[in-house]
């Protein structure tokens, strides 16, 4: 039975992950930080087949321990300070968790395989926030990085760090570079999240209307579940690599309100939403979009979701959640 240790595991990559693996017939470990993460029950109730771990990317004694106890075969790290907004207000934190727990972390990993660093492989969650002012359209696995926020900029350390480790040493230690991939499982503060509950609540009478920034950013988003497809594909092959993970499309924040308020009946959204100055980012990014040619050829990795049939999932997922919390 294959052993996989998954940081992050309370995020909806490392939940879908987690179920992947288990349908694979791994054993898994997640490492969780603090006993009273609010997230620990979610992670119970959903997963009781994954062995929790307590640590924290910024304790490598923690990581070490951890590596003891689950002895993996495969390591995907997964966690991080991955909310952008965040990154500004608190960059210190940020670089410290995203970046520099990268470092303790695969550094941890080459010290646990000792003289066989063949019996583990390192999965690194990059961003395609790294790629910020964007130099290209589409962006590739070779497009210069120059990231727009502190969370990218740690993003980047991160994943020139796994490459130094796998050219350093030659680990088995692969990037994903993945692009806005999201889910029901997706927390409240990211856009897509926060649209879809909203608009839940609006066609249910529970909330008058929503607060959003820049209703023109577009994005390259996917779903989350066949993400995780590609992590995992990723520590099967032969070689360690990188890959960008999109799906070469990009839509709008409008087109994203269109088939959300389409979805509950609500044709004419406008009056329903506002614009605040407060959430529009100190330096937004360009037009992000993946190039994924290289994961389809190489990984032979698809998506299965297209973007309408993920936003319609996710209104449909809250509006479920709504009714049962408010009785509807």
Request: avoid cysteine.
């Amino acid at each position: 039975m294959p052993r996989a240790l998954i940081t992050g595991i309370t995020g909806q990559d490392g939940l879908y992950l987690s179920e992947l693996l288990l349908a694979k017939g791994y054993e898994v470990y997640g490492l969780i930080r603090g006993q009273n993460n609010p997230k620990y029950g979610l992670v119970r109730e959903l997963l009781p087949d994954v062995k929790l771990l307590t640590g924290d990317l910024t304790d490598f004694s923690s990581l070490i321990r951890a590596l003891e106890v689950a002895r993996p075969d495969e390591v995907y790290n997964l966690g991080a300070i991955s909310f952008v907004a965040y990154s500004w207000e608190n960059a210190l934190v940020t670089s410290d968790v995203t970046g520099k727990g990268v470092l303790n972390m695969i550094e941890a990993v080459r010290l646990y395989a000792g003289d066989d660093l063949s019996k583990v492989r390192f999965y690194q969650a990059s961003s395609s926030e790294m790629f910020g002012k964007v130099q290209e359209v589409p962006q590739r696995e070779n497009t210069l990085l120059w990231p727009r926020s502190p969370y990218g900029v740690a993003k980047v350390f991160g994943h020139y760090m796994t490459i130094n480790y796998r050219e350093s040493y030659g680990m088995h230690a692969s990037s994903g570079i993945l692009f806005n991939h999201e889910s029901p499982r997706r927390g409240p503060e990211f856009v897509t999240r926060k649209v879809s509950q909203a608009v839940a609540r609006i066609s249910l009478g529970l909330q008058d209307d929503i607060t959003l920034g820049n209703l023109d950013a577009k994005r390259d988003w996917g779903f989350a579940g066949d993400y995780v497809d590609a992590m995992w594909r990723m520590l099967q092959q032969d070689e360690a690599d990188d890959y960008v993970v999109a799906t070469g499309e990009t839509h709008s924040i409008r087109e994203l309100l269109d088939i959300s308020f389409k979805h509950v009946g609500i044709d004419d959204w406008e009056p329903l939403v506002k614009q605040d100055p407060r959430f529009m980012r100190p330096a937004e990014v360009d037009l992000l979009i993946g190039d994924p040619s290289k994961a389809q050829e190489k990984l032979g990795w698809k998506r299965q979701v297209d973007f309408p049939t993920l936003v319609t999932m996710m209104v449909d997922n809250d509006l479920e959640e709504q009714r049962a919390l408010n009785g509807r």
